[in-house]
């Protein structure tokens, strides 16, 4: 499918930020967007890099009040040579259709994804930012647009690609956030829609993360829907915990994430000397070996700070400090070598770099 590009009027070209220290995340949007429909007995038509503006749509329409909705998140990065750069978008992409088959809505077209991405970025090139740590932030949503109010998959869709260029997420510095452990609400149960990257499950997990953000926590630590019991994920990113050179993280048991910067931790580990176990970690049990410091690290992983070290967990009002504190050498170096890879400052042995036309 080709897609159509409108032309972008000069008096609809923004302003480029200046300050790249002032970007923050998702505050900014660039000129142009991707949009493709689907429409029941037609499929996939229609697909256009356009002017970004706001969307007229009718009230009724099924995303505004059954929440059928999917989206996606990855970064292009412009290298110092000028080359511009997706990281393992093709993983996203698979990704996007498997939340689309649990949300019932149509698959999309996996290279149309990719190719659809890179001939935005390529366009929005000049919106790339370069200070260190900066990106453009890429998010591809697909929402259900039938003005219908009975409760059915929707026969009309729209697949969109907005970007943001975002700031360094450490600019006040590589530095430890603490974490509270959920043992009240719940973020996914088995059988529920905890694989995908849905807007419903971040619209149930706001109650959570406004409660922990009082007591003073960045984020909370999901345990598993049933028990309470498993330890699941953080927000948006899968956690890992470091017995010396072991690390150790969740299975994929189907109500946490499959994260893409997860996979690249897990295949990049033996290089760097670690060995990876993906098991049930029960939250008593990490809390006792914890307090025998047996756990010497943990981090968590995910596009938007790519490792997240965490320095303090708080469960049942117990607060146990991890790493003194501080930032682990693990932690550190898988941060190190996977920005490396994503800025072209370390060699990418594993063809995770898509080098943008
Ligand atoms: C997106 C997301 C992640 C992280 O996935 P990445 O592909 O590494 O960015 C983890 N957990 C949840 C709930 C997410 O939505």
């Known amino acids: 499918m080709d897609i159509k590009i409108i032309p972008l009027p000069a008096e609809k070209m923004k302003a480029k930020i200046a300050d790249q220290s002032q970007l923050g995340f998702g505050k900014y949007f660039t000129d142009r967007m991707l949009l493709v429909e689907w429409k029941s007995g037609q499929g996939w038509c229609d697909a256009r890099i356009e002017p970004y503006a706001p969307f007229m749509l009718d009230p009724a329409c099924t995303v505004f009040h059954y929440a059928q909705e999917i989206f996606e998140g990855l970064k292009a990065y412009k290298w110092s040579d000028g080359r511009i750069t997706l990281f393992r978008p093709e993983m996203n992409a698979r990704r996007f259709n498997q939340s689309a088959e649990r949300i019932c809505m149509p698959e999309f077209p996996e290279e149309l994804f990719v190719k659809g991405i890179e001939q935005l970025v390529s366009l929005e090139r000049d919106w790339i930012p370069t200070a260190a740590g900066t990106s453009l932030y890429i998010r591809p949503t697909m929402i259900a647009v039938e003005p219908v109010l009975g409760v059915h998959p929707s026969n009309h869709y ?200």
């Open 158 to 357: 729209y697949f969109y690609v907005i970007l943001s260029p975002v700031g360094a997420y450490y600019a006040a510095g590589f530095k430890p956030v603490g974490i509270l452990v959920e043992d009240h609400y719940v973020r996914a149960v088995p059988g529920g829609t905890g694989e995908a990257k849905t807007g419903g499950n971040y619209a149930s997990s706001l109650k959570a993360g406004q409660e922990a953000e009082k007591k003073g926590y960045a984020q909370v630590l999901w345990l598993d829907g049933k028990e309470r019991r498993f330890v699941e994920e953080v927000g948006a990113m899968n956690m890992f915990f470091a017995y010396g050179n072991r690390i150790v993280t969740a299975p994929l048991t189907g109500s946490i994430l499959s994260g893409v910067t997860r996979d690249s931790v897990i295949k990049l580990a033996p290089s760097l000397g670690l060995t990876v176990e993906e098991k049930q970690i029960d939250i008593n049990d990490l809390m006792t070996d914890i307090r025998a410091g047996k756990v010497t690290e943990a981090f968590g992983s995910g596009t938007a700070a790519v490792i997240t070290p965490v320095g303090k967990l708080c469960y049942k009002d117990e607060v146990l400090q991890l790493t003194g504190g501080n930032v682990g050498g693990i932690t550190q170096k898988l941060y190190d070598t996977l920005t490396g890879i994503q800025t072209g400052k370390l060699k990418d042995e594993f063809g995770w770099v898509r080098f943008v036309g």
